[in-house]
């Protein structure tokens, strides 16, 4: 959905009409133009490829600017939940979404751990600071909420070399199974995947264009 927009939008532009004006001579022999060339078929040209690159830049400015609304709508669905739920982590929302978004994580997967772990803050770990993800089985500490989430996004996203081979490409639910598996705590996974239902939907994006259309 998101891509047929961007395209609609790029055929808006380019069927747009093309002015047409005319070059000087001179003009045309010292930009090294050929006047054996009508000159307004060389300003169509010229107008059509400064067109086409306005194009393109619109739309990529556009895709941008879609992205940043979209990044924003997730960070304000997990911190409206951490918010109903009066939970700490509220305000911690956009670092979720952006630590997720750099090791390609589904972006409800980090809320929801500690969600389930505990309570989105209320109950982090006791011999532990800043751990409200239950990491390392509650027995590291962080110097802050944003940094144990940048910690817990590298290793859930296979990009720590010691613990790549327990998460890199996984799923949600194959990274939740290796978290906590099965045989320690049964039905976790579901657990976690429950909660991140509860938080808002999966592709926010395809959301977005499609309320805007």
């Known amino acids: 959905m998101k891509n047929n927009n961007l395209i609609r939008f790029l055929q808006s532009l380019v069927l747009l009409p093309v002015m047409t004006?005319?070059?000087?001579?001179?003009?045309?022999?010292?930009?090294?133009?050929s006047s054996g060339i009508p000159q307004n078929v060389?300003?169509?040209?010229l107008n059509s490829s400064s067109f086409s690159t306005l194009a393109i830049n619109q739309v990529v400015d556009f895709e941008a600017e879609l992205n940043v609304k979209i990044k924003i709508q997730k960070a304000e669905s997990i911190d409206a939940y951490f918010a109903e739920h009066d939970m700490p982590l509220e305000g911690t929302g956009m670092k979720m979404v952006e630590e997720a978004e750099k090791n390609g994580l589904d972006w409800r997967l980090l809320p929801a751990?500690?969600?389930?772990?505990?309570t989105g803050g209320k109950n982090d770990c006791k011999k532990a600071s800043n751990n409200a993800f239950g990491w390392g089985s509650c027995k590291i500490s962080f110097k802050s909420n944003e940094e144990a989430i940048e910690v817990v996004a590298k290793n859930l996203g296979g990009n720590n070399p010691k613990t790549a081979k327990h998460y890199d490409n996984k799923t949600s639910k194959g990274i939740l199974e290796a978290y906590n598996p099965p045989s320690i705590i049964p039905h976790y996974a579901q657990q976690v995947m429950s909660i991140m239902k509860d938080i808002g939907d999966e592709d926010l994006a395809l959301v977005s264009t499609t309320s805007t259309t």
């Open 21 to 33: 004006m005319a070059i000087p001579l001179g003009t045309a022999y010292n930009t090294g133009i």
């Open 113 to 118: 751990i500690a969600i389930r772990e505990s």
């Open 42 to 45: 060389l300003a169509q040209q």
